[in-house]
């Protein structure tokens, strides 16, 4: 079973920038599609972005279309999810899972167990 771990989260300003990393281990992602989703406080659990494994196919949800971008590394075992002017409303714990990813549905059935401790981001003046 692969377990995945994020990082790259922090506190910046509107408008800054922040690049997540996804890192597996257990085993490789060759083979494994993956999901980002994030969650307010107050808020549901939301699909961010996806990735097929291969890389072909992307997602990304309406309020971060033309902001985030999402790639892979499958050498480095990593998938990463550029963030770029960011807004207030993107404050959230970050997560990544293994997942099935179409361009109109997103990310969905997420495997639970693949599930780190997410990364926080902060945006605020």
């Known amino acids: 079973q692969v377990r995945l771990v994020e990082s790259g989260g922090g506190l910046v300003q509107p408008g800054g920038s922040l690049r997540l990393s996804c890192a597996a281990s257990?085993?490789?992602?060759?083979?494994?599609?993956i999901g980002w989703f994030r969650q307010a406080p107050g808020k549901e659990r939301e699909g961010v972005s996806c990735?097929?494994?291969?890389?072909?196919?992307?997602y990304y949800t309406g309020s971060v279309a033309g902001r985030f971008a999402i790639s892979r590394d499958n050498a480095k075992n990593t998938v990463y999810l550029q963030m770029n002017s960011l807004k207030s409303e993107d404050t959230a714990v970050y997560y990544c899972?293994?997942?099935?990813?179409?361009?109109?549905?997103?990310?969905?059935?997420?495997?639970?167990?693949?599930w780190g401790q997410g990364t926080q981001v902060t945006v605020s003046s």
């Open positions: 257990g085993d490789t992602l060759d083979y494994y599609a």
């Open positions: 990735i097929s494994s291969s890389g072909d196919t992307t």
């Open positions: 899972a293994t997942v099935i990813c179409t361009r109109v549905a997103g990310p969905t059935g997420a495997d639970f167990g693949s």
